[in-house]
């Protein structure tokens, strides 16, 4: 069993930044072949996807709304994997979710590929 633990998640102004962080830690765990990602969701809303590394962090993908502005990373060594957040808008208020699972990154990776899901950290942008 895989357990995922965020943090950095806060209440931030319009324009400003965010480094959200992911420690996954299990019996079971190897950081060397899972694929880990963001999604989040708003109220009322569905969870999305925001962005996702593959095992190596030789390939990542981020969804259209976010690109240029986040950026996802790993750090294998320590089972860490973050998510820089710049340029913030009050439209990227929700939970946001770290999740592992064995999904690729040529593609958007639907939810079902994702199998260990953190608890969540709250992101708030003001206007």
């Known amino acids: 069993q895989v357990q995922l633990v965020e943090s950095g998640g806060g209440l931030v102004q319009a324009g400003g930044s965010l480094r959200l962080s992911c420690a996954a830690s299990?019996?079971?765990?190897?950081?060397?072949?899972?694929?880990m990602g963001w999604f989040r969701q708003a109220p009322g809303k569905e969870r999305e996807f925001v962005a996702a590394?593959?095992?190596?962090?030789?390939?990542?993908i981020v969804a259209d709304s976010v690109k240029g502005r986040f950026t996802i990373s790993r750090d294998n060594a320590k089972n860490t994997v973050t998510l820089q957040m710049n340029s913030l808008k009050p439209e990227d208020t929700a939970v946001y979710y770290c999740?592992?699972?064995?999904?690729?990154?040529?593609?958007?990776?639907?939810?079902?590929?994702?199998?260990?899901w953190g608890q969540g950290t709250q992101v708030t942008v003001s206007s």
């Open positions: 299990g019996r079971s765990f190897s950081t060397y072949v899972y694929t």
């Open positions: 999740a592992a699972g064995f999904g690729g990154t040529k593609y958007v990776p639907p939810l079902t590929d994702f199998t260990s």
């Open positions: 590394i593959n095992w190596s962090g030789g390939s990542t």
